[in-house]
Structure formats: C-alpha cells, structure tokens
C-alpha cells in the first residue's frame, strides 16, 4: 500500500502524523511525507523597489520551514519504520492542493491521509479548504485526521 502523507505543521496534520504512525499497515507499504511549498507572493504599492535577494531571501526561508515541518515527522515516523514501513519525503512546490492532487497521482498514491485544520463555516467560505478540495480532486482514497475539539 502507498500512502501520501500530506503536512504542513499545524496541529491537524501533526495529527495525521501519528496516525499513520500507530497504525499497522500491511507489510511493505510506503509512506511519502511531503509538504508543499508556494512561491511567495508580495502584493506593494509602493514605488521603492525591492532589495537584490528579497525573493530569494523569502523562498530560502519557505524551504527551511517546510524542512523542519518534514523533520519533525520524519523523527515521529521512525519507529513506524522500523515495523518495515517504507518512508520517504519530499518537498513539493507549488500550491498545496495541486501539489497533493498531482504527487498522489504521479507516485501513484492508494492512500492521501492529510489533517483538517477545522477552518468555521465562514473562514471556509472565504479561504476555501485544501481538505476539501483534495477530497474533491484526488483519484484516490483521502483520509481527513482532525484533532479533538478541546473544551
């Protein structure tokens, strides 16, 4: 079995983590961590412009927080794989639900399990979701992990 394991460091995906960590998969499974990065964008008005490394600079720093963030799972998952669990990672660019859809499909993925950051109704509607449009989009399975609601 390939599971995609789609993160990005918030606490819904740190969920996701260990989830497919306490889980026992069948023997020889694959498990991908990837994390998706986009190129920032800056919208400015005004007319100075920017420094020499400015962009460089903000996609430097993109990649070394997607680092940690794939770090951080890759130390949770190394129990997992001594239980003969396959794991590699990746760090995507692009925006993140294109990035999940296509390296799914690519990788040739049974299996996206992703968190859900349980954006309100409003948020939703104004933001939109990666969850739900990968659910929407994805050829395969997706599993959605949310974190408990805390009173």
Known sequence: MKILLA????????AAVEEVRKRPWPPQSEVKVITAIATPMVVGIGAEPWPANYFEDLQKSAREAASTVIDNAMRKLSDASERTLKISHAIIGGSPTQ????????????????????????NRLLLGSVSSAVVHHAKCSVEIVRTPKSN
């Open 99 to 122: 990035a999940i859809v296509e390296e799914a499909e690519s990788w040739g993925a049974d299996l996206i399990v992703m968190g859900s950051r349980g954006l309100g109704a409003w």
């Open 7 to 14: 993160i990005d460091g918030s606490a819904c995906s740190d």
